[in-house]
């Protein structure tokens, strides 16, 4: 999984080191890319409406519901999310509701695109999460910083 890759290997330096490079277009595009491109491969597992989603077809896998520029954005939210999570914030209510409800609120938003952002964003966190925890607890400093960030992307 070339995410968890990427993501380990940004990880690596410090949580403000790694938000700072999370605004990287092009890292971050690439972790959103790959996340979209899993989870709608795998969409079947997600729930739609209360019973199983239906799984992708060639056509839709060639043409996602989500672009790349969106993908993008979606993974440094959930970059942002687990931020908030490893220095113990409301990641849910400051990144990941807004989120939601940005895509929520578009036209013609279908339940299967709902549950594809969500899977993105929960997939990414996990990752950024994981790596975030491999690097200590989040201190006062760090966590200041995460909480502006949280804070600009509710705006």
């Known amino acids: 999984m070339k995410a968890a890759v990427v993501i380990a290997t940004v990880a690596a330096a410090s949580l403000c080191a790694m938000a700072a490079q999370a605004q990287d277009a092009d890292v971050i595009r690439e972790v ?12 079947s597992s997600f729930q739609c409406d209360a019973v199983p989603c239906a799984a992708a077809t060639a056509e839709e896998l060639a043409n996602p ?15 942002i999310s687990a931020m908030g999570e ?25 339940v299967r695109t709902s549950a594809l952002v969500g899977g993105m964003h929960g ?11 491999s690097q200590g607890d989040c201190d006062d400093q760090t966590r200041a ?11």
């Open 145 to 155: 910083a995460v909480q502006a960030a949280l804070d600009q992307n509710r705006d």
């Open 86 to 110: 490893h220095c113990g914030l409301d990641w849910n209510r400051q990144s990941y509701l807004p989120m939601m409800q940005d895509w929520m609120s578009r036209p013609g938003m279908a």
């Open 32 to 43: 959103g890319v790959e996340a979209r491109d899993v989870i709608f491969a795998n969409i």
């Open 65 to 79: 519901p989500v672009t790349d520029d969106e993908a993008a954005a979606i993974a440094a939210t959930a970059v």
């Open 123 to 133: 997939y990414v966190q996990e990752q950024a999460l994981r790596s975030f925890r």
